[in-house]
């Protein structure tokens, strides 16, 4: 059975994206436009890893994140944050949200992959990328 990822971004282009990208990599993913779809989706099955922006209406991807670490259920899934945030300002609180790793906007969907994989605890895909 594929390991299962949720994609939470407010972008449906992006979600399209990386919908295809990780479902081609062998990947079951779900999608949620927003913090609070997430928590639904999470409260009928938890996924294996989650990939969240951080901006977002409703409820935003650093809440989600802080939600995520304080629920003992939740908190040892793997959180890739994809996100615009300038690169400072996201390292000064990548550790306080628990995040696994934070991969900024625009990104190489290669070291998306890869990045899941490792955090999956999967071995590396052997040949060239489709990234």
């Not at 594929?2 to 919908?19: G, Q, T």
């Amino acid at each position: 059975m594929p390991h299962r990822i949720l994609l939470v971004d407010d972008e449906p282009e992006l979600l399209r994206a990386l919908l295809v990208r990780l479902t081609a990599a062998g990947f079951a993913c779900e999608t949620a436009s927003n913090g609070r779809e997430a928590f639904e989706h999470m409260a009928k099955q938890l996924p294996d890893l989650i990939i969240v922006d951080l901006l977002m209406p409703e409820v935003s991807g650093y809440e989600v994140c802080r939600r995520l670490k304080e629920d003992e259920r939740t908190a040892g899934i793997p959180v890739i944050v994809l996100t615009a945030v300038p690169e400072r300002t996201v390292a000064s609180t990548a550790e306080w949200l628990g995040v696994s790793s934070v991969l900024h906007k625009p990104f190489d969907s290669s070291i998306l992959v890869s990045t899941v994989r490792s955090l999956l605890k999967l071995p590396p895909t052997e040949g060239p990328s489709n990234g």
